[in-house]
């Protein structure tokens, strides 16, 4: 799918410019307090010439056909772009966690670390994670390791998701 950069891209922005537009497609997620499962994603970036990305991400449980099987996670928020490729990704969820992550951007490839984790007093554990984005032969492939539950940080979920 062809990409053109907006013309009213804000110059720090450009290190993150590749991942505007949507995308959609399938991940894996796994932890040791939970079974294996699969879900579908779509992933939404968008800009209005500020130096930050509005970003939003729904996914959904499929079976092992690839048929949706319920809704799952939503996350809403915005990453901040700063000079020199500085990242802040400020993120909230549904399964009521707020999230502020740092990290750099340059080359295709996105990388954060959590700051600061709040959460509701209904929502499980959660204490941190990475999260690596990378622009691969023109799909977005991420990985996310996660700190929850008494777990040490270690894979949690990962998908590759093609442009829309």
């Given at each position: 799918?062809?990409?053109?950069l907006?013309?009213?891209?804000?110059?720090?922005c450009?290190p993150?410019?590749?991942?505007?537009?949507?995308?959609?497609?399938?991940?894996?997620?796994?932890?040791?307090?939970?079974?294996?499962y699969?879900?579908?994603?779509?992933?939404?970036?968008?800009?209005?010439?500020?130096?930050?990305?509005?970003?939003?991400?729904?996914?959904?449980?499929?079976?092992?056909?690839?048929?949706?099987?319920?809704?799952?996670?939503?996350?809403?928020?915005?990453?901040?772009?700063?000079?020199?490729?500085?990242?802040?990704?400020?993120?909230?969820?549904?399964?009521?966690?707020?999230?502020?992550?740092?990290?750099?951007?340059?080359?295709?490839?996105?990388?954060?670390?959590?700051?600061?984790?709040?959460?509701?007093?209904?929502?499980?554990?959660?204490?941190?994670?990475?999260?690596?984005?990378?622009?691969?032969?023109?799909?977005l492939?991420?990985?996310?390791?996660?700190?929850?539950?008494?777990?040490?940080?270690?894979?949690?979920?990962?998908?590759?998701?093609?442009?829309?």
């Amino acid at each position: 799918m062809p990409f053109e950069l907006p013309d009213n891209l804000h110059p720090h922005c450009a290190p993150v410019a590749w991942l505007l537009g949507t995308w959609q497609g399938n991940g894996h997620g796994d932890y040791p307090t939970i079974e294996p499962y699969q879900f579908g994603q779509e992933l939404i970036f968008t800009h209005d010439g500020r130096p930050f990305l509005h970003y939003f991400s729904r996914a959904w449980i499929v079976d092992e056909q690839g048929e949706k099987v319920r809704d799952a996670a939503l996350e809403t928020g915005f990453l901040r772009c700063g000079e020199e490729g500085k990242v802040e990704f400020l993120l909230t969820h549904n399964t009521g966690f707020v999230e502020i992550w740092h990290g750099t951007a340059e080359g295709g490839k996105l990388e954060l670390t959590t700051d600061a984790v709040a959460r509701t007093e209904t929502a499980k554990e959660y204490t941190g994670g990475t999260r690596l984005y990378g622009n691969v032969e023109g799909d977005l492939l991420y990985a996310f390791d996660m700190a929850a539950m008494g777990q040490a940080l270690q894979p949690h979920a990962w998908a590759r998701l093609q442009r829309q």
